[in-house]
């Protein structure tokens, strides 16, 4: 397997020094690794006036190795969503300062003023403006990459250059096959075995999945981020900024917002069950659930009836009906995102937050339970709040 | 604008002669154009004991000229899933010999015993294997184009491969536009006048018209045909062979049957104000739509069960499901043919064929009518034999 490797910290100092507009010439840069996800290696080189990010992705998964191999394509693919998005909604993205497809590397603004949207409701930190802003986003990035806004002829290019096959069959395996069957992959706490028996049974949510599934296969309606769940997302008081596009692909819109609740969902079950979190702070979750999907509707909408090219899609009784298959194919990929997160693989910082091992099993059955909720009564929910019924006090 | 054109009849004999193996060294050949259609040229070679069909595409459509560009991508297209369908189901497409992509120009088997569907369906001509052939054709090339086969990896390659732009805009146009607006392209019968216009003003029905056209831009299931109109078979008492798939792309599975059944439904309306013609000839006709779409089905449904590759599309439940959409989709898909065929630029040449204006006016009533029907009541017919049902006899 061929390919390049930052060799030391004199090539990732010249690398961004070169590629980014914020280091005096003078400065003395240090490098300091801070890859955290599973995937890509990513460093911060600083002064100590600036820093940026640097972030390479080699073909195979960092934390494994060469053992499983991955698509390089990824790195291009976030660095051209990071363009869009940029286009689109500035303050919602870090600043892409150069992409090197030799290097399969890019150089960001870094965000070390902000937090992990995932730890500071761990935190039970308050984020007012989340809601707007990542509504905004949602909004902005689906509806401009959709056939509301495009013309064919760029909707089937776009379609092309987001073709994404690795990370989309990674989604497709964690999301919507390990969680239904007895997976050696799923990671099941021992009071959810026999729920998580009785889900493999479950004939009619299957059937679902199997829709979802085959929706996420086919259904090419808009450029998604792919993967934004609350660890995507960094926050302050003022600021909201989404990383890590490379699972983007075009596919389903509900998937995007469907995530992005789920994740929500996820911190409520497991809030729930740590001593001293107050019944206040979850209050505010649900409510920035309601506020994320109708700020995200709303504005969506009003795009639909304001910059819609085609007459057919603008009319009002199928943006009505648009926005109410919305909600069902968002309520039932948020439901496969919080089961998957609760007994698959790739799990939530959540629970390991919760202090006692019973208590971890109250919240992952409350979640499980929740999930197959969510994508039985998809259709039937009818409206945001509806949904936030089901949940607990 | 460059491009290669046979330059004369010389060309293309010694292009047919060295790309086919039909001719004898010696043999004496003769050139002639029978380009029909509207977009290519279309020739055939010919010795005294053999013959082929040389078609090349140039880059506008021929009947307009330079003024109405066309990407000559199409004759690729058009190559390929001819090779496609001719490993899934040989006895129904024309044995490619050569696609030359230099000249965009191809070479195949001449299918000069067989007759056009469409003329032979005017002539009252039983065609008695029509739809178990045509029923095989469809379940096998559109599930073998689809997740239920082929891995994601594969699907996805097959998207890119067949995005075709300029072949999908136009169907858009003429399928989803016009016909629904008073655009200039229409061609209506003085008697269906204030029809289309009561069509027009109709809130429902272009609603559900904008969710067919939303399908058609991003449901990517399968490798359609894409124009699999009664002009596009040939036919003998015990061959059917699909020429033409040009249009093709990975678009709604049920595009393909819906333009069929829309045809034969456009025969059957024009028959019935035709001097002479049997009522038994048009049973034979409702007979062969029921054929046609049961057919399908089964086999579609076979090899779902059979030859799937995700456990999770096999389930009984998800099958069921999954036809049930499939016959919706088909009956909305049938229902714009009918009415784009009744009332917008390309008509079928059914009309011309009736001898009075009074009766083309009621035959194209009927269509525009029954169009709307299939349209509005595609979710609620539930079998074939309902859709019949709304025919008269």
Same mark, same amino acid.
């Given at each position: 397997?061929?390919?390049?490797?930052?060799?030391?910290?004199?090539? $990732?100092?010249?690398?961004?020094?070169?590629?980014?507009?914020?280091? =005096?010439?003078?400065?003395?840069?240090?490098?300091?690794?801070?890859?955290?996800?599973?995937?890509?290696?990513?460093?911060?080189?600083?002064?100590?006036?600036?820093?940026?990010?640097?972030?390479?992705?080699?073909?195979?998964?960092?934390?494994?190795?060469?053992?499983?191999?991955? !698509?390089?394509?990824?790195?291009?693919?976030?660095?051209?969503?990071?363009? /869009?998005?940029?286009?689109?909604?500035?303050?919602?993205?870090?600043?892409?300062? @150069?992409?090197?497809?030799?290097?399969?590397?890019?150089?960001?603004?870094?965000?070390?003023?902000?937090?992990?949207?995932?730890?500071? $409701?761990?935190?039970?930190?308050?984020?007012?403006?989340?809601?707007?802003?990542?509504?905004?986003?949602?909004?902005?990035?689906?509806? @401009?990459?959709?056939?509301? @806004?495009?013309? !064919?002829?760029?909707?089937?290019?776009?379609?092309?250059?987001?073709?994404?096959?690795?990370?989309?069959?990674?989604?497709?395996?964690?999301? #919507?096959?390990?969680?239904?069957?007895?997976?050696?992959?799923?990671?099941?706490?021992?009071?959810?075995?026999?729920?998580?028996?009785?889900?493999?049974?479950?004939?009619?949510?299957?059937?679902?999945?199997?829709?979802?599934?085959?929706?996420?296969?086919?259904?090419?309606?808009?450029?998604?981020?792919?993967?934004?769940?609350?660890?995507?997302?960094?926050?302050?008081?003022?600021?909201?900024?989404?990383?890590?596009?490379? #699972?983007?692909?075009?596919?389903?819109?509900?998937?995007?917002?469907?995530?992005?609740?789920?994740?929500?969902?996820?911190?409520?079950?497991?809030?729930?069950?740590?001593?001293?979190?107050?019944?206040?702070?979850?209050?505010? $979750?649900?409510?920035?659930?309601?506020? $994320?999907?109708?700020?995200?509707?709303?504005?969506?909408?009003?795009?639909?009836?304001?910059?819609?090219?085609?007459?057919? #899609?603008?009319?009002?009784?199928? /943006?009505?009906?648009?926005?109410?298959?919305?909600?069902?194919?968002?309520?039932?990929? =948020?439901?496969?995102?919080?089961?998957?997160?609760?007994?698959?693989?790739?799990?939530?910082?959540?629970?390991?937050?919760?202090?006692?091992?019973?208590?971890?099993?109250?919240?992952?059955?409350?979640?499980?339970?929740?999930?197959?909720?969510?994508?039985?009564?998809?259709?039937?929910?009818?409206?945001?709040?509806?949904?936030?019924?089901?949940?607990?006090?």
């Amino acid at each position: 397997m061929s390919f390049h490797k930052f060799a030391d910290n004199a090539e $990732l100092i010249a690398f961004a020094r070169q590629h980014s507009p914020v280091f =005096a010439p003078a400065a003395v840069l240090t490098v300091e690794e801070i890859s955290d996800g599973n995937i890509n290696y990513v460093y911060r080189i600083k002064s100590d006036q600036a820093s940026v990010i640097v972030k390479q992705a080699l073909p195979f998964i960092r934390i494994i190795g060469e053992g499983w191999p991955l !698509s390089q394509d990824r790195i291009r693919i976030e660095a051209q969503s990071l363009q /869009r998005a940029a286009e689109l909604c500035p303050a919602q993205v870090p600043q892409l300062y @150069y992409y090197d497809a030799a290097r399969c590397a890019l150089v960001m603004e870094d965000m070390g003023d902000h937090q992990n949207l995932r730890e500071a $409701l761990l935190a039970e930190r308050v984020v007012p403006q989340l809601a707007a802003h990542l509504a905004h986003f949602m909004a902005r990035t689906l509806f @401009y990459s959709s056939d509301f @806004y495009l013309d !064919s002829h760029q909707k089937k290019a776009l379609v092309k250059d987001f073709i994404n096959p690795d990370l989309c069959k990674s989604t497709e395996e964690v999301f #919507f096959v390990d969680p239904y069957c007895d997976h050696e992959r799923n990671n099941i706490h021992p009071a959810l075995q026999t729920a998580a028996a009785e889900m493999w049974q479950h004939a009619a949510l299957k059937c679902e999945v199997a829709q979802l599934k085959m929706q996420f296969l086919c259904q090419a309606q808009a450029l998604l981020h792919g993967d934004l769940h609350t660890g995507s997302i960094f926050v302050t008081e003022q600021s909201s900024q989404v990383i890590d596009p490379e #699972f983007g692909f075009v596919g389903p819109i509900g998937f995007d917002p469907g995530v992005l609740i789920a994740n929500y969902l996820l911190s409520y079950c497991a809030l729930g069950q740590m001593a001293g979190v107050s019944a206040h702070y979850r209050q505010g $979750l649900r409510q920035t659930i309601a506020d $994320l999907w109708n700020g995200f509707t709303a504005q969506f909408d009003q795009l639909m009836a304001s910059d819609t090219r085609d007459a057919s #899609f603008k009319q009002a009784s199928y /943006r009505q009906y648009y926005l109410q298959q919305l909600l069902a194919d968002t309520l039932g990929f =948020a439901g496969t995102e919080v089961i998957r997160r609760t007994i698959g693989i790739a799990q939530v910082a959540e629970w390991q937050a919760i202090d006692n091992d019973a208590a971890v099993g109250v919240a992952k059955g409350q979640a499980l339970a929740l999930g197959q909720q969510l994508i039985l009564q998809r259709r039937t929910l009818g409206t945001i709040e509806a949904m936030l019924e089901l949940l607990d006090n």
